[in-house]
């Protein structure tokens, strides 16, 4: 596949004929029946797991994990799955495509997003991340202690984290120059003993005869259209999440040896996938 990314280049989502708009009404009403049916029992059992769980939440990710499974079954996309999630504490690290990606990381294994703090604000997509764990970051170093002691809490806790370091999404085309800031929370004395970062490839399928980048949502690209789009096709594409090796964070010495030995291995998974 020869189209490579470019940040203000995007491709030309198709006309909806009106059978494309049946697909769309009918798996988008399903859709919502799915994501908000399964928040409000999820929202349900944390009343009861909350008090008396506290940061472990033994039940609720499953529903998280039902509701992203089932997902691409209502878009139809395939969802392929290669290796497996690590069982050790710490962290996952994946290069960022879609909003997709958030379904897509989700459906295997029971993880918890770091975002910035401004999607908390977002409507409907700031609720859903709330109520499924969301950790939120600001780009403030007054307070960066304070983040440094809630990653060690909930990472303690048996939480896997789950962050972009690429700090952008992409057309799924390239992995992008991991950035190292969030890296550096686990080196801390108090955790690189105890802590791996698994590396994850994220790769999109389009759907036959589709522009290949026609998953991807990046830049300024309306979010409502690029829904639209992906309810619409007769033949959707899928998704391929690929599951690396996990690396151990005391074999590094620091942030920065770590996230280029995560970048590589994403960017190893990512290419031969894409080939």
């Known amino acids: 596949m020869s189209v490579r990314w470019e940040s203000t280049s995007h491709p030309d989502m198709p006309a909806f004929g009106l059978m494309s708009w049946l697909r769309i009404c009918v798996r988008a009403t399903a859709l919502a029946i799915l994501v908000f ?6 929202l349900l059992c944390r009343l009861v797991e909350r008090p008396l769980c506290g940061l472990h939440r033994p039940v609720t990710p499953h529903i998280t994990c039902f509701v992203c499974r089932n997902a691409f079954r209502i878009m139809g996309m395939r ?19 879609s909003w997709l990606d958030i379904f897509a990381l989700n459906a295997v294994k029971r993880i918890y997003f770091v975002s910035k703090s401004e999607v908390a604000h977002w409507p409907g997509i700031g609720w859903l991340a709330r109520a499924t764990g969301t950790v939120f970051i600001e780009r403030n170093p007054a307070r960066a202690r304070q983040q440094t002691d809630l990653f060690q809490q909930r990472l ?5 984290l789950l962050f972009f370091p690429e700090g952008t999404s992409t057309d799924g085309f390239q992995v992008l120059p991991f950035k ?6 686990f080196l801390m004395p108090t955790l690189r003993e105890q802590l791996h970062i698994q590396p994850v490839a994220v790769i999109y399928r389009a759907p036959q005869g589709a522009d290949p980048r026609y998953y991807g949502w990046w830049g300024d690209m309306d ?11 007769a033949r959707p594409g899928g998704v391929e999440v690929i599951y690396g090796m996990p690396l151990r964070v005391a074999d ?13 291995a994403v960017r190893a998974a990512h290419n031969t996938a894409i080939v």
Do not use: I, W
Request: positive net charge.
């Open 37 to 42: 049916g399964g928040l409000a029992v999820l």
């Open 79 to 97: 969802l392929t799955v290669s290796g497996a999630p690590m069982a050790m504490r710490g962290a996952v690290v994946a290069n960022h495509t």
């Open 156 to 160: 303690l806790a048996g939480h896997k």
């Open 180 to 185: 190292t800031t969030l890296f550096q929370a």
């Open 223 to 233: 979010f409502g259209t690029h829904l639209l789009a992906t309810l619409a096709p």
């Open 252 to 264: 590094f010495a620091d942030r920065k040896a770590l996230a280029a030995a995560c970048e590589a």
